[in-house]
Structures are given as structure tokens and as C-alpha cells.
């Protein structure tokens, strides 16, 4: 009878490891598809310096924002104040550069503390109130679009800091071909800003992959109720994910603001919806319990390829938006009847297994 | 005695913040509050807070949410502006073309959800960007304001200091208590927000109420773009940009639950009467907007920690008095 149940449970498992994959496969082939019809119809879209450069700079932040998204979403939570909690980051970061004259690292370093600290605070709100992380994330989001816009204002002249720190420069041209080893260089098309969001991404990943934490979490997002029998800290495993989330999205703030080259409060107002979209196009469910970190990374490729596709052809913000809303919608869609699907044949699977018992 | 018991604590108490709040705005005034023009202006843009809110409430009400509030106001009021002024079409038509339309957005929302099976969250974000793409091409970056003056004459008329379309509004707000306590189609909307397993073993279609709550959502919102157009000089790409904040904070303070099964009307007039009042004390303290952001997210974390903590204590008397007996 065991021995039935664990070949169940691997299939299961099986199958649920292959429908991940074959979401990044087809991702994946989409991107190659897009790209080639993209460079087909616009010869300027192959040009490093003007398109590519800047699509794989601002896929690295994208990246790492999905990746704040997708640390609550393995609980099944949400954070909408994804983009505030980036543009505090990136408050603190100026701060440091501007009032303190600190170097770099140390203003990134700040950018990720403030980012914890507030994700620290909501995630021990949602516990300690036990109120929905989607009213909480709000209001938080509205608490710190007040207080950021606040800050800016009383204590900048042009409503931004924009002292640049020595090395900013480098860090947001410098490509690849700058690293040398033995004489020989990288491509121009990489740029240096990669190297964060890899970073982030490998240590995201081996967290879920490897980690009891991140297991933890995975199973918290799955089942609350049994991950809390199993005597899983739970209550505390969310605080961790709103925690990471927060860190992440401060030093998204501070990429950003790295990219743009000055920091102000404008920093993170784009970002809810690509912090949805590259998780979620990358296979991560919405209802917890399954992450996609590499996804993360192809679905925040996807959509800024189609948004600098889309910039080169000379199609205005309105179609863009149009576009990335049906994307969204579809990709939803499509992985919900996959998903609906995948579960008519598990339940018909342990019909039979039924059958057979009896 | 009767009439006391059907307001809530809740109630009681905002009715008391917001009586509270406006004497004292009235007099550190100087009582300039008071006058007709400023009077008629604080019932005017709270016409707005009212009927977003009440947008939100009915999708709350089934334990959802509907992130395009600001996006289908917005596609809406555009739509009823290019009417008039690109489509020549006689006030009235144009109108009831963006009411319509507003409806039908609302009803898209509520197939899309039934259909996916997916949360409304994450479906009225998709069709927010989309709504937003569809009023940022009908509205470009102009103002358009050629439309008819007698629109815009209609938003400053009124009985007295108090403007017809506030009047519009709370009507609305009646309306839907009475579809939410009288009639059986918002019993069943309300039933399968309580509890949709019970709901659909006595026989509710979860779905059609899914479906219901988010059109009505959309019908009040059309109720909202008519308002807009005819309390505002001109129609831009930012209207309904600030909805979304205010559309929770009404509902939630007022009372209503994330988790859905229950709807609080006056709680939710009177909290957007509070919100008003909030935007005022800013205007008369010529204080930052960015104040009135941070007081309000302040006030809603507050309202919904407190909610929660005496549903918990109300929870463990309860329990108390059963061991007890």
C-alpha cells in the first residue's frame, strides 16, 4: 500500500517538475521567436548600444523586483508596496551618497537594510494583526508614498539626490568587455549590472532548492495548517518572506536609481505590474507553495522585450499597455486550463487507484 | 430603539469622528467651511469617494477585489467626453454610452473570473493596464473640455448648497442597501461571500453572484464617470488615478471585511465623508498632499489591526463561555 502511495507521490511530483520546465521551454522559444521577428522587421533593434544594452540592464532590475514579488508569493501573499519599498531603498541610498558623502557599497548597503527593516515591519504586522497581506501591503504602499514624497521634498532642492558616488558611472555603462582575464573580454551586450541580479538569483534559488527554510516556506504556502502541525515556525517564516521581499526591492530601488543616475521619488512607480508579470509568466503560482526562480528571470525578458519591441516600432504607451494587460490575461489563462487539466488527471488517477483497492 | 440597533459600533463611531471633524474644521476656519461655495464644493468631490467606494464594497462583498476601479472610471468618463465632442452624439446618449460601457467592462471582469477560475485580483490588474491603454489612446495628453456647458452647469446646480449630483449619489447608496438587505439576488451575492461551499449546497449559483458583484461594480462606476464629467471642467489622462487607495480605505474603515460576506453602506458613505474631511484639513493647513497618503494608509493599517484584534477577543470569550457551561 506504501509502496502504491510513494510511485503515486513521485509522478506526481514527476509530472509537476516537467509542467515547470516545459512553462520555461515555451517561454524560452517565445523570447528566441520574438526576438528574430523583432530584428526582421526594424534593423534598429539589433543595435547593442541603443536596444540591447539597455533591455538586458533593465531585465537584471526587473528581475530582482519579480524576485521581492515571488519571495511572498511562495507564501501565497502579495506585496503591492513592491515599488515603495524600492523607492525607500533608493531614498536611503541617496541619502547616504548625498548627506554623508558615503561610498558605493555603503549606500547599497543601506538601500538593502531600509528595504528589510520595512519589509520586517509588515511581515510582523500581517502576524501579529493577522489581517489579509493585501490590505496591509496597501496601506503600507500609501503610508510610504506619503513619507517618501515627504522626505524628498523637505530635504532636496530639485526633489531628488543626485550626487554621484565615484564608480556609479562605471557601474551603469561598464559592459562585460571592461572584465578581462588573460587577454580575454566579455561581450559588450552583458552589462556589469547583471552581476546583482545573478547573485540574486542564485541565492534566491539554492534557498528554495536546497535550504529547510526554503522548503519551509514552500510548505507553508502550500498548506498553512498542516505546515504549522508539522511544527513549522510559520508566523515566522512569513516574516522572513516579507523581510526578503523588502531587501529585494530595495536593491531594485537602488539599481534603478544607479540606471537612472539620480534617486527620487519617481524610483519604483512602475514596478507593481512587471513584479507580477515575470514571476508569474515564469510559472510561479499565485496560490503559493511553487516558485520559478529562472522563470523570473525569462518572464522579466519577456515583457521588456516586448515593451522595447513594441518602443522600437514606434508604438506609443497606449498600445503598451493594451499589450502587456492581454499578455498578462493570456499567460493566466493558459496556465490555469494546463493547470485545471493536470488535476483532471490526477483526480481520474486516484479514481483508479480506488477502483483498484476496492 | 429599533432604528439605533441597525447601526454598528462602527457606524456610531464614524458618525461621531465625522460630525466631530467637521465642527472642528468649521470653526478653525473661521467658518468659512460654512459658506455656500465652500459647502458646495465639500458635497461635490465627495460625491466621488462615496460611489468608488461603494464600487469597491460589492466586490469585497464576494471576497474579492477590483484593482481597475480608477482605470474603468477613467476609460469610462473618456469615453463619454470623445462621445460628445468627436461623435457629435446629444448629451444624454453620450452618457449612457459610458455607463454602458462601464457596465460591460464590469461584466468582462466578472466572466474573465469565472470563467479562469482565477482570483479577481490578479484579472482586474490585467484589465486595469488594458483600460488604461484604452483611455490614455482616447484622451491622448489633451484636455478635452469643448463639450456642452450645460453638463458642466448641471455639476454646480442644486438644491440649496447641496449639489444634485452628491443627491445622485447617496440615492445610488440607497438603492444598493436595498438590493443588498431586500432583494434576493444580493442575499446570494452576500451568501457566497460568506461561505461559498454552504452557499452553493442550498442552491446559490456562486458563479452568477461572482458575476453579478462585479458588474454592479462596474454599473457604479459608471454612476462615478458621470459625476466626474459633470462636476469637472475637463476631462485628462489622470482622472481615476487616485482611486484605487481611496476606493479600500472607504469600505474598510467603514466596516466591511476583506474576506467578504458582508456590506456596510452607511459605514462606507461615512468613511468617505472622514477621507473628505482629511483632504480639506490639508487644503485649509495648505499641508503636503502627500500628508493626506500617508494619514489615510495610517488610518486603514490601524482600522483593519483593530477589527481583527476584537474579532479574536469576541472569539475567545465566546469560547470561554462555552467552557464555562
Known sequence: ?358 | MNLLKRFSATDVSLSGIFIAGFLLLAVTSGGTLLTGQSLQSFFTYLAIPILIGLAQMVVLSIGQMNLAVGAMGGAATAIMAVAMTEGGLPIWLALLVGFLSATAMGAVNGALVVMTNLNGFIITLGTMTILLGVQYSLVRSFTIDSYSEALKGFGRLGLGPIPYIFLIAILTAAVLAFFFTRSAPGRRILATGGNDAAARLSGISNKRSVFLAHTISGMLLGVAAIVTISSLGGINRSIGGDWLLLSFAAPIIGGVLMSGGTVAIYGTVMAAGVIRLVDIARAEYSLDPSVVSFTIGIVVLSTVTLSEWRRRRSEVLRQGRKVLE
Not at chain 1, 522572513?240 to 540606471?259: K, P, W
Request: charge should be positive.
Open chain 1, 1 to 358: 500500500m506504501s509502496g502504491v502511495d510513494r510511485r503515486v507521490g513521485g509522478d506526481w511530483q514527476h509530472s509537476l517538475r516537467k509542467l515547470g520546465s516545459s512553462q520555461q521551454v515555451i517561454l524560452l522559444g517565445t523570447i528566441i521567436a520574438l526576438f528574430i521577428i523583432f530584428n526582421a522587421t526594424n534593423s534598429a533593434f539589433s543595435s547593442v548600444d541603443f536596444v540591447l544594452f539597455p533591455l538586458i540592464r533593465d531585465t537584471s532590475v526587473i528581475a530582482i523586483v519579480g524576485l521581492a514579488q515571488l519571495c511572498v508569493l511562495s507564501l501565497g501573499h502579495l506585496n503591492l508596496a513592491v515599488g515603495r519599498m524600492a523607492a525607500v531603498g533608493a531614498m536611503s541610498a541617496g541619502f547616504c551618497y548625498e548627506v554623508l558623502q558615503a561610498p558605493l557599497w555603503l549606500g547599497l548597503l543601506a538601500g538593502l537594510a531600509t528595504g528589510a527593516l520595512i519589509g520586517a515591519i509588515t511581515g510582523l504586522i500581517i502576524v501579529a494583526s493577522g489581517v489579509n497581506s493585501f490590505v496591509v501591503t496597501l496601506a503600507m504602499d500609501f503610508a510610504l508614498l506619503g513619507f517618501v514624497s515627504f522626505i524628498y521634498m523637505t530635504f532636496t532642492d530639485a526633489s531628488a539626490y543626485t550626487v554621484q558616488p565615484e564608480g556609479m558611472d562605471q557601474l551603469r555603462q561598464g559592459s562585460f568587455a571592461d572584465l578581462c582575464f588573460a587577454g580575454i573580454c566579455g561581450p559588450p551586450v552583458i552589462p556589469l549590472m547583471i552581476i546583482p541580479a545573478l547573485l540574486a538569483l542564485g541565492s534566491v534559488g539554492c534557498m528554495f532548492k536546497y535550504s529547510r527554510t526554503g522548503r519551509e516556506l514552500l510548505a507553508t504556502g502550500s498548506n498553512l495548517k498542516a505546515a504549522q502541525l508539522s511544527g513549522i515556525p510559520v508566523d515566522r517564516r512569513i516574516v522572513l518572506a516579507h523581510t526578503l521581499s523588502g531587501l529585494l526591492a530595495g536593491l531594485g530601488g537602488v539599481m534603478l536609481g544607479f540606471v537612472n543616475g539620480s534617486f527620487s521619488a519617481a524610483i519604483g512607480d512602475e514596478f507593481l505590474l512587471p513584479s507580477f508579470l515575470a514571476p508569474v509568466l515564469g510559472g510561479t503560482a499565485l496560490t503559493g507553495g511553487a516558485v520559478a526562480v529562472f522563470g523570473t528571470f525569462l518572464g522579466a525578458l519577456l515583457t521588456l522585450l516586448i515593451r522595447q519591441g513594441l518602443v522600437v516600432q514606434g508604438i506609443g504607451l497606449e498600445a503598451l499597455n493594451i499589450t502587456l494587460g492581454l499578455i498578462l490575461l493570456f499567460a493566466l489563462s493558459v496556465g490555469q486550463i494546463r493547470k485545471r487539466k493536470f488535476t483532471m488527471r490526477k483526480r481520474s488517477f486516484t479514481m483508479l487507484k480506488r477502483r483498484a483497492i476496492r
